[in-house]
T-cell receptor, first 111, second 118 residues
Framework: QKEVEQDPGPLSVPEGAIVSLNCTYS??????FMWYRQYSRKGPELLMY????GNKEDGRFTAQVDKSSKYISLFIRDSQPSDSATYLC???????????FGTGTRLAVRP | GAVVSQHPSRVICKSGTSVKIECRSL??????MFWYRQFPKQSLMLMAT?????????EQGVEKDKFLINHASLTLSTLTVTSAHPEDSSFYIC??????????????FGPGTRLTVT
């Protein structure tokens, strides 16, 4: 079993839709949770960073962490074609630990 | 801020040759840099963690004699793929760790280097 599971998609939505991306993890020691966006043939870009459980909002993006169910979510409101990319969740146990990535979900937002 | 560059962005080499990839943190000092490889439609797989001035720590299954890592300064790490073979063709991505408050760090990724071995 992988430590972080993520549906690879692809996920296709119309412009303006609310997008929900999710990951589950198995290691209860994970404390830090990140979402990265990766455009084709580019390096990942940090979108959201959350420590422990709770919600964090940044513009059209909201990250949620539920440690009781080991569930991580990213919501994108008013999705735009420019949001089309692969979204990777990542976690780590401590502040100095290495990142463990999900496989990434490919998102396509149709104009 | 927090910009990481990689050079070259794309390289094609013949089987048996060696290729060096550079990773630079442009506006911050990074005591730790990470090297990943990514196959098409797959996630990032950590190859090694490199700390400035010390030997790199390689992940299980990664040949340290094949993937030579040098972290000579706080802003530069290099990955050399020695005696490259077609199966080494992949997208290589580095990241650099920038210290943030609370003793933690954030990783910022370079744009990646696409290696094709013919």
């Amino acid at each position: 079993q992988k430590e972080v599971e993520q549906d690879p998609g692809p996920l296709s939505v119309p412009e303006g839709a609310i997008v929900s991306l999710n990951c589950t993890y198995s290691n209860s020691a994970f404390q830090y949770f990140m979402w990265y966006r990766q455009y084709s043939r580019k390096g990942p870009e940090l979108l959201m960073y959350t420590y422990s459980s709770g919600n964090k909002e940044d513009g059209r993006f909201t990250a949620q962490v539920d440690k009781s169910s080991k569930y991580i979510s990213l919501f994108i409101r008013d999705s735009q074609p420019s949001d089309s990319a692969t979204y990777l969740c990542a976690t780590r146990r401590s502040s100095g630990d290495k990142l463990t990535f999900g496989t990434g979900t490919r998102l396509a937002v149709r104009p | 801020g927090a910009v990481v560059s990689q050079h070259p962005s794309r390289v094609i080499c013949k089987s048996g040759t060696s290729v060096k990839i550079e990773c630079r943190s442009l506006d911050f000092q990074a005591t730790t840099m990470f090297w990943y490889r990514q196959f098409p439609k797959q996630s990032l797989m950590l190859m090694a963690t490199s700390n400035e001035g010390s030997k790199a720590t390689y992940e299980q299954g990664v040949e340290k004699d094949k993937f030579l890592i040098n972290h000579a300064s706080l802003t530069l790490s290099t990955l050399t793929v020695t005696s490259a073979h077609p199966e080494d063709s992949s997208f290589y991505i580095c990241s650099a760790a920038q210290a943030v408050s609370g003793g933690s760090y954030e990783q910022y990724f370079g744009p990646g280097t696409r290696l094709t071995v013919t």
